[in-house]
């Protein structure tokens, strides 16, 4: 019995004649943080949504404990535990944070668990309990990001997969923002991670892959990156 | 007629003509609201909610009587067929056309209302359909006021669809996911939700609402014919607009304000009851000048 919880195999994603992603091959192991890197347009979050199905890849095959879920549509990932946090939050606006959280825990039939977890969710951001009847598209930038991640918590992921969770956030909601990653993981959530903020990332993550136009250029675990010569030169530098 | 007894009688008939207006909306509206689709096809619907509402009517009444509980019977059946009907058009029809440009979709509905349209009328002859019913013409008279039971009960009924609708969109998982679709629909995807599944019901639900519609139509003007889809058509969309097409509320309020304003606009000194529709789509424009996006419409502005 392995440890491995998703396993990319030669993956290839391609948006009608763009060749997006030329070959991923990319292993994230039970209880881990996994650090995505790369500069703009390298293929990160094509990569987080091949994962979960919203675009389907040409080539190779996706393996999430132990199923092969290369085919299945996003809806269905979903219900095995694969929660995908996308670029840009994505939170329903227009709708309240309280429906937004209840959408994020729409496979679920029993209430009583929802609300739950949700309690468990206003624990680790109790803004969003001031906030619950509020129209989602009022919080700010930076609850709206907690927004993004209670509502996938409320799936209760096995993997987390997030793309750029401190864009745009001040300092201080970065530092935040991570902690309350680190404190998932913690509590036995496997992650991986996309992120511009390479210092960051690195920082938490125990193994990274560095991403340049569609391809793995460097892999290494968190802290030999974070030392990396080519890696401070080209993510870290100042 | 005093002039209270004018605004009492045009009050009655504006809410009956706006309660299948707001009725047949609410289909338009939901449906762009969610696949942002002008479903055309959508006044036939309501049309053919009539005709099975006929058929069923033949044998129900056989059962329990041409009567409300006949009559009640009869529109839970249809309303149920017709959601079912609306649904395979979806599946066959639109769902194909998701991913291909606007205008292609577009033309798709019209091709469903011909379909329809023709459907129907070779069906029946193209001829009047006397929709016999056993209900009288009971009522209570306030001054030169009369207003039938039947009036009374038409009203109601479309009152108590429309609390159900609220409830549903807003309290269940499935009503939420609705609203959600039609904000964004791979954030939904990410959630869990069948996006196509939720396609499905909006469907069932519009058109259910079109068929009870198209059933109390049949009910409160005596008989049914295959064009009677083409003008309330006209008038659900402008309904659906003036409240903020995409939006449900407003599809309410708008189908209950045309319904007003068309009763009362045959008030007006020197503008008799032929210029009812002048008047109706007149007032659409002005509305659409001042306020695009509808009374309760998103602020968002969409070209199609
Ligand atoms: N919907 C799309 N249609 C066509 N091309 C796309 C689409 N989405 C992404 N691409 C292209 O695919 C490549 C990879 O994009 P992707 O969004 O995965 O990059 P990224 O690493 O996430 O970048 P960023 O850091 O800016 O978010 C880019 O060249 C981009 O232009
Ligand atoms: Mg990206």
Known sequence: MSDIVLQLQDIETCYGK?????????????????????????????????????????AGKIMFLGNDITRSPAHETVRNGLIHVPEGRRIFKGMTVQ????????????????????????GLFPILEKRRKQDAGLLSGGEQQMLAMGRALMNEPKLLLLDEPSMGLAPFL?????????????SGATILLVEQNAKAALKLAHYGYVLETGKIVMENDGNSLQNDARIVNAYLGN | MSNLDIILQQLANGLILGSFYSLVALGYTMVYGIIKLLNFAHGDIYMVGAFIGFSILSVVSGILGDGWTG????????????????????????????????????????????ILYNLVMSITDGEFKAFTVGLGYEGISMGEVYITFTQMVLVSATAVLMTILHLFINKT????AMRAISIDQDACRLMGIDVNRVIAVTFFVGSALAAAAGVMAGVYYGSIHFFMGFVIGLKAFTA??????????????????????????????????????????????????????????RTEIERM
Do not use: C
Not at chain 1, 174 to 186: D, P
Not at chain 2, 248 to 270: H, K, Y
């Open chain 1, 18 to 58: 763009i060749v997006a992603l030329r070959g991923i091959n990319l292993v994230v192991k039970k209880g881990q943080i996994v650090a995505l890197l790369g500069a703009n347009g390298a293929g990160k979050s094509t990569t987080l949504r091949t994962i979960s199905g919203l675009v389907k890849s040409s």
């Open chain 1, 99 to 122: 429906e937004n959280l209840d959408l994020g825990s729409f496979t679920l039939k029993d209430d009583g668990v929802r609300k739950k977890r949700m309690e468990r969710v206003f």
């Open chain 1, 174 to 186: 970065v530092q935040e923002i991570m902690r309350v990653i680190r404190q998932l993981n913690a």
């Open chain 2, 71 to 114: 009559i009640v019977a009869t529109m839970a059946l249809s309303m149920i067929a017709v959601g079912f009907i609306g649904v395979i058009i979806q599946r066959i029809a639109y769902r194909p056309m998701l991913q291909a440009p606007r205008l292609s979709i577009l033309i798709t509905a019209l091709a469903v209302s011909l």
């Open chain 2, 173 to 176: 998982m499935y009503g939420k």
């Open chain 2, 240 to 297: 659906a607009v003036m409240g903020g097409i995409g939006s449900i509320p407003g599809a309410m309020l708008g189908g209950l304000i045309l319904g007003l304003l068309e009763s009362f606009g045959t008030q007006i000194p020197f503008i008799g009851s032929e210029w009812k529709d002048v008047f109706a789509f007149g007032i659409l424009i002005l509305l659409l000048v001042f306020k695009p996006t509808g009374l309760l419409g």
